[in-house]
């Protein structure tokens, strides 16, 4: 278990507390927040006043340094306190992720170029990996990936589809992940920056999906004959898989961070109906049904509080965390899943409606369970890692 917050990061917690409480929570029922998402528009004007409050990018300081997980876990749980807050704040999926491999994996000269728009709150970015699954492409599973990058010269030549490809619609840094030979007969990736748009990244539709909340929705690219220089290589050439495994532990965290945060308002919605909403001659909190459900929902946010705050204390240690982000994946998605579905229904029809993000709460949580990879998907990987656990521990036996 890590340690108590730190002071930065209460500070900075409680300013962007105060700043989507105040400031971001009276755009809910903005017209601009469409069914792919809110318009950049929106987006643009709701960062202007983060960037008047101090708040854009908060878990980026000035110098470029980041806030250790931890920390990042107290601001962005409360950035996600709307769905709208990590737009706001610059803390969102895919942009927060991209920007850690960027800072991680960039040259001085691509930080220069791409991550310091997306820092500033200029730019947003999309993660170009998973592909449609009717054609055998990668998704879960990253090794059965089908787009390809070859070599021309100085230039690499990127060609395939892409589908669920979060906010390429108005993106203008892209990260795309490709098959590359790096003469060793071994299945190899490798990543490249490029500049959106570009007309050889077409978008052929955007996907209509439960959620709603990032901007541009979730689209289905094709790639044709896209020439990118050697120089547009994120990390060194053939390891992108390598540098996926960097990005995706600190976001499956910051997933559950910000929805937490979603289900804690979702939950004080659900309290306040409840207590002001009489039925059968008292109030709704002191019927034994609706008052063991909003019990419950109190143990399952703690929970949550802790699974993220022991993963994020793991990666705060230089581990990768893989094994640590898929068990936290998996128990702070379904616990959500429970507030949400508890909210839902102690609200009865007000809970179905567009009254109060409750149901958005509800859509957005239903697809994190499947988004930075299936509950089930992880439950199988844990189980790999259990049975190689024991063969080693057999095999330590048998050599003492």
Not at 41 to 48: A, Q, S, T
Not at 344 to 355: H, N, W
């Amino acid at each position: 278990m890590s340690a108590a917050p730190t002071a930065r990061a209460v500070a900075i917690g409680e300013r962007v507390e105060r700043f989507v409480r105040d400031e971001v929570i009276p755009f809910e029922h903005d017209p601009r927040r469409g069914p792919h998402g809110p318009s950049d528009d929106l987006v643009h004007e709701m960062r202007g006043l983060a960037r008047e409050a101090g708040v854009l990018t908060p878990h980026i300081l000035g110098d470029g340094e980041h806030l250790t997980q931890a920390e990042t876990a107290y601001v962005l749980i409360r950035s996600g306190l709307s769905p709208l807050g990590p737009l706001a704040c610059n803390t969102m999926a895919p942009d927060e992720g991209n920007m850690y491999l960027i800072g991680k994996a960039g040259t001085t000269a691509q930080k220069a170029r791409f991550l310091a728009p997306m820092i500033a709150g200029h730019a947003r970015s999309a993660f170009f990996m998973t592909e449609p699954a009717a054609e055998g492409g990668a998704g879960s599973d990253p090794s059965m990936m089908q787009t390809t990058a070859r070599l021309d010269g100085n230039h690499w030549v990127i060609d395939g589809r892409k589908a669920f490809i979060t906010g390429a619609d108005g993106a203008k840094v892209g990260i795309v992940m490709a098959r590359t030979d790096a003469g060793d007969g071994k299945l190899a990736a490798t990543m490249f920056l490029v500049d959106l748009p570009d007309p050889a990244i077409r978008i052929e539709r955007v996907l209509d999906t439960i959620d709603s909340s990032m901007p541009g929705g979730h689209a289905v690219i094709a790639i044709g004959g896209l020439r990118v220089s050697s120089d547009a290589i994120l990390g060194a050439p053939h390891e992108g898989f390598r540098y996926a495994q960097v990005r995706l532990s600190p976001a499956r965290l910051s997933h559950c961070m910000r929805w937490l945060g979603a289900c804690i308002r979702a939950n004080e919605i659900a309290v306040d109906y409840a207590c002001r909403r009489h039925a059968f001659g008292k109030p709704l909190i002191d019927h034994e049904g609706v008052g063991f459900m909003l019990a419950e929902n109190m143990i399952d946010l703690r929970q949550a509080e802790l699974m993220i705050d022991w993963c994020a204390g793991v990666l705060d240690t230089g581990s990768l965390g893989t094994a640590e982000s898929s068990m936290a994946k998996v128990a702070v998605s379904e616990a959500l899943m429970r507030i949400a579905d508890r909210c839902v229904q102690v609200m009865g029809g007000t809970g179905v409606t567009g009254d109060t993000i409750v149901e958005q709460v509800f859509r957005e949580i239903r697809a994190f369970r499947i988004y930075d990879g299936p509950t089930e998907v992880h439950k199988w990987s844990l189980a790999k890692k259990i049975k190689r656990d024991w063969k080693a521990a057999q095999a330590c036996e048998v050599q003492g």
